[in-house]
């Protein structure tokens, strides 16, 4: 038997065998979801190792919840309200339950959660990742719990991410813009600190160089309603004719603004919005939305998370990236053959 | 000692200490919220009485999380979202984590998350009950778990329960019709099924006989967005010169089918909204609403639970109720000086 100072770990098990470290947690739990064989095959290799499993491992493994977690940073948000909602409805599907944390963009709460998801006995975790945790929740991929990253992405991180890609609808929409000489743009950014923020203005500004344009007006803002009023002031004031929002929140910040300054969507001033929402179709004139597909998003990383929970998907030594693509949703919200 | 059959519970030490089971639960747990001199006391009475705490139950009072869980019917319901945050904010206030559970008012997967959250580890719970599973709640209240209802009430049930009245609002809204001759009300009632469906369609029809009118039309509906636009369809069919939606969800499906049939809302049709949402402010004319005051409702639960948690609120043995009076925002959504 190993001497307490190098005691074998579950990924020494793991590695000696062959197998995923959830594998062989799986196997050491005698989950059925292992094929016996292999179960009985890790067991032995386990025994000969010496290996011991700690109490609070063993008392997760033999405490199978059927319930799964999901940590957003927001249910304020209709994007992430109906993502939370997609999931669940998934997990239904395949008998499992969902228990939801909501994070309000803070990398504190967020730590909280993932440590009251995993020490009180659920199966797995679907989290929209905050990049202060990236450390504990690549540490919590590494003790084998299953964990899947949606929405957003940690640069390096070996988690299995399910993200959409914003240039397909960027593209399609500064296209229309150029077609309606709907110029300058002002463009609301989400925040720096996110993969999404970055990602949709650097799209964005692909899409722009794509079709010869100057750079156009951007507002570098965050993902809430205030900064989308905010940002849609500063970039009338700065002579845009289109308002572009680069997330729901700041979609429902531009309409504020508009309302409140009397202006027309689609007569006096042209709008590109982010996410599809009843609030954006229930307009004199439906906004012209880019889509991200939450719903479809959502089954996706369920399908990747149960997977992972049945044994039948490693988890991967190379990160798998699911990526959708955005799309345009065409309303009424651009102005009509206008010229600069 | 008592024999097995008649072993004592936590409600005889309680009774026999004079204080309530959750400070007798408390006590037993070694909770410095107790008093020593009053832990000390119940835990010599227990010990005479042959009080023997089964394990689940120390199980659950040995580990405090600081983590309290909420139980709502749905996430893409806004006016549920807000409940939520609400309560998260109070609670991060307190130093209380939160956990999250969404029904999708479906009683078996209210019992499934409240089984999971008692056993589970939070300290507290704060749901909006299913009448289907009153017999559930009222036994966790009854084994000491702290417990507060909102927005719905469970009838003879001793748990502690935060609603809102809806007769202010609804006298106010049906008196300022009379006034807008906007005649005959379709209103648009939520299901039977649940206290707030009945007690909004008392209220109404009790505000229509205080102004001396006829029975006006009804639709009974659901909580949603198509049940919404269902019952709008149907009452405009039969004439309705106003819309009076009982929620938000069928507020939503009114401006769907509003906007559908090319009606301009306050010209062609008055329309009277429930509960305040950025959906409902921002339309060419914002509707007028009769508002619950989530924001307020959910810290008076949450006062309510923290109460429970510290000890310093007895569990009643006769229910107390916080009743919050709803009000009517004047919004520009009924039509001016029209007749009959």
Redesign the interface.
């Known amino acids: 038997m190993a001497a307490e100072h190098s005691r074998p770990t579950l990924r020494d098990v793991a590695h000696r065998a062959g197998v995923s470290i959830a594998t062989a947690s799986r196997a050491m739990a005698d989950n059925p979801a292992v094929a016996t064989t292999t179960r009985a095959r890790i067991q032995a290799l386990a025994a000969d190792l010496g290996y011991r499993p700690n109490a609070q491992a063993r008392a997760l493994q033999s405490s199978r919840?059927n319930?799964i977690g999901i940590v957003v940073p927001?249910?304020?948000n209709?994007y992430f309200?109906?993502m939370?909602?997609a999931v669940?409805?998934a997990a239904?599907g395949a008998g499992l339950?969902?228990?939801?944390?909501?994070t309000?963009e803070n990398p504190e709460?967020m730590a909280?959660?993932l440590t009251?998801?995993a020490s009180?006995?659920v199966d797995g975790i679907i989290c929209v990742p905050d990049e202060h945790c990236a450390e504990q929740l690549n540490h919590l991929h590494d003790q084998g719990i299953p964990l899947v990253l949606i929405d957003r992405e940690l640069a390096g991180s070996p988690i299995p991410t399910v993200i959409s890609d914003p240039q397909p609808g960027m593209d399609a929409a500064v296209s229309l813009l150029v077609e309606h000489h709907a110029l300058p743009i002002g463009y609301l950014s989400g925040p720096m600190s996110t993969s999404t923020g970055r990602a949709r203005l650097e799209a964005f500004q692909r899409a722009c160089r794509n079709h010869d344009l100057e750079p156009q007006l951007v507002f570098r803002g965050g993902f809430e309603?205030e900064q989308g009023f905010e940002g849609a002031t500063h970039l009338l004031d700065h002579g845009a004719r289109t308002l572009f929002a680069g997330d729901t929140m700041m979609t429902?910040g531009v309409?504020?603004a508009c309302?409140r300054a009397g202006l027309s969507i689609g007569e006096d001033i042209s709008v590109i919005g982010f996410d599809s929402h009843?609030?954006f179709?229930?307009?004199?004139r439906p906004l012209t939305v880019i889509d991200q597909q939450v719903d479809s998003m959502a089954r996706q990383a369920f399908t990747v998370l149960h997977g992972l929970l049945a044994g039948t998907e490693p988890i991967q030594p190379t990160r798998t990236d699911l990526v959708t693509p955005t799309i345009l949703i065409q309303g009424d919200s651009l102005m009509k053959g206008s010229h600069p």
């Open positions: 919840s319930t927001s249910l304020l209709p309200a109906t939370v909602t669940q409805n239904k339950a969902t228990i939801i944390t909501n309000d709460t909280a959660s009251f998801l009180h006995g309603q429902i309409l504020e309302h009843p609030l179709t229930l307009q004199p």
